[in-house]
């Protein structure tokens, strides 16, 4: 028989960048402890399963997705021990923890690359992708993929910045070292992975030159044929489903990178991926025929048997609210966030997407991220959406207690979790309903998905599981209209500008 719940499937996944959460320690950053003692919040909130950034020791120069041990915490974020008592708590609530890996580089100051490149003859040398000259692939935070190193007189290649070396997973020791990884947190009670670019892991072992194509900067004017995507990515998956499948209700999710929703389902599943990302929800404009075209798409190229996800916002992209909704009205970010709930998929939420936050916005000496560096003005970097978590309307938000690695949104003193905890209409509190409403009704989380005919502006479709029919009417034309699906209503959003009608007999 079928799990009648399975939290990875039919619950809500909520993202943690855990510098910015919550700081336990007064130190400007978030940390372990910090996340433990929000739990509540979390488990109040009703979401299954906390996806955490990596919080592994890093020299940070992209902000802990180069990683120096892979097998330790960094002691600004806390200890092992931390993170057992955050495994321990968050499974008291119910609340399954899943963690970043980050496997398809580590930072260049990671052991094994200090041996890697330490002599050519280096046991480890193998370890890293080495040429004597370049090929044409590029970095995609810019510039040529290929490091020259003085020492050895060759080049190593970086998909990322400089200071993110590219393993070399064709070397039979490097992928038992990496399998080795996912066994160690595994170990320790993690409930599943989110896989940093997997689909970038293996690269064509002739390291054939990228065809050109049309496009503005270096990346975007080759087709990625030979630098992702390679075939022998799905063995790979197949061995380390099998890891997984050893334990009940483990998860792994795949961070797809430059995919398409095809490509994205064709990693998906039984002894493959139980998910991939697909981000075409972060690229449409609030439009209901845009977001009803991504949902098609998906729908068809996941059919039956690959199980969908919908995510409107993370830390590589601007938040939903920014993109969406105009000053500090919140009833755009209400609209998409009633339709991310109650769509066929696992919805992904980004830390405050709850509460609506908005991105900083930062000056060009307050920039941090390495391609917002490299490309100001044109492009400005993801520090925006990494703000620190807005709590309540005390100083530094209720975040910390001394001055944030990044600063505050200032709309913090009346956009917070305590002042939309006590406001029964505030976003908080209707996502909290309509994860509650997802809770109760099965259509809603594994039903069918038909769209019906609606007046323009109108996004509405019925979501049916045997005799329970619900169905969705979503209003993004900012306008009052008069359509009525049949049903008594089960949710009606305070404007009005979402609505859920039950017609079960
Ligand atoms: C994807 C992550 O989401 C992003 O934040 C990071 O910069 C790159 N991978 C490199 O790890």
């Not at 810019?142 to 080049?155: C, I, L, N």
Request: glycine share 8%; hydrophobic share 35%.
């Amino acid at each position: 028989m079928t799990n009648p719940y399975l939290w990875w499937r039919d619950g809500v996944i909520y993202q943690i960048y855990p510098r910015s959460f919550a700081d336990s320690n007064n130190d400007g950053l978030g940390d372990l402890p910090g996340i433990t003692a929000r739990l509540d919040y979390l488990a109040h909130l009703g979401v299954d399963a906390i996806w955490l950034s990596p919080f592994y020791p890093t020299p940070d120069v992209d902000f802990g997705y180069d990683i120096s041990n892979h097998c330790e915490v960094d002691p600004r974020f806390g200890t092992l021990s931390d993170f057992d008592d955050l495994v321990r708590e968050a499974h008291r609530r119910d609340i399954r923890v899943v963690l970043d890996l980050v496997l398809n580089h580590t930072s260049d100051q990671h052991p094994w690359f200090a041996e890697s490149r330490a002599s050519r003859d280096n046991p480890k040398r193998d370890w890293y992708i080495w040429q004597p000259r370049p090929n044409n692939w590029q970095s995609v935070f810019g510039g040529k993929g290929w490091e020259y190193d003085e020492q050895t007189g060759e080049y190593y290649f970086h998909m990322f910045v400089k200071e993110q070396p590219d393993v070399n997973w064709r070397n039979p020791q490097v992928r038992q070292a990496q399998l080795d990884v996912v066994r160690f947190w595994l170990g320790r009670g993690a409930d599943g992975f989110r896989l940093d670019v997997f689909n970038a892991y293996f690269k064509d072992e002739q390291l054939r030159d990228n065809p050109p194509k049309f496009g503005l900067r270096g990346f975007d004017r080759q087709k990625h044929i030979y630098d992702i995507d390679q075939p022998e990515m799905m063995p790979l998956l197949a061995e380390l489903r099998e890891i997984l499948d050893a334990s009940p209700e483990k998860y792994a999710v795949g961070e797809t990178f430059i995919a398409s929703p095809a490509t994205a389902a064709g990693y998906c599943g039984p002894d493959k991926l139980h998910a991939a990302f697909n981000f075409d929800f972060t690229l449409r404009p609030y439009n209901p025929a845009a977001f009803r075209d991504a949902i098609q798409k998906w729908d068809q190229v996941a059919g039956q048997q690959v199980w969908p996800n919908y995510v409107l916002s993370n830390h590589d992209q601007p938040r939903t609210a920014t993109r969406y909704c105009r000053g500090e009205d919140d009833s755009r970010a209400i609209v998409v966030m009633a339709m991310l709930l109650t769509l066929r998929g696992t919805p992904f939420l980004y830390y405050g997407e709850e509460l609506g936050l908005r991105d900083i916005s930062l000056a060009r000496h307050e920039i941090l991220d390495p391609p917002g560096k490299r490309y100001w003005p044109f492009y400005k970097g993801r520090d925006g959406c990494r703000a620190p978590m807005q709590w309540d309307a005390s100083p530094n938000a209720g975040f910390s207690g001394a001055t944030p690695w990044l600063k505050v949104h200032p709309n913090y003193v009346h956009r917070n979790a305590a002042a939309q905890q006590a406001d029964p209409d505030s976003l908080f509190n209707i996502t909290r309903q309509l994860i509650a409403l997802r809770r109760a009704y099965p259509s809603l989380r594994c039903g069918r998905l038909d769209f019906l005919e609606a007046p323009g502006g109108l996004l509405a479709y019925t979501r049916t599981d045997g005799r329970e029919k619900l169905t969705v009417v979503l209003n993004f034309s900012g306008r009052k209209h008069n359509y009525r699906p049949e049903g008594k209503p089960v949710f009606v959003s305070p404007g009005g500008e979402a609505q859920i009608y039950s017609s079960t007999g």
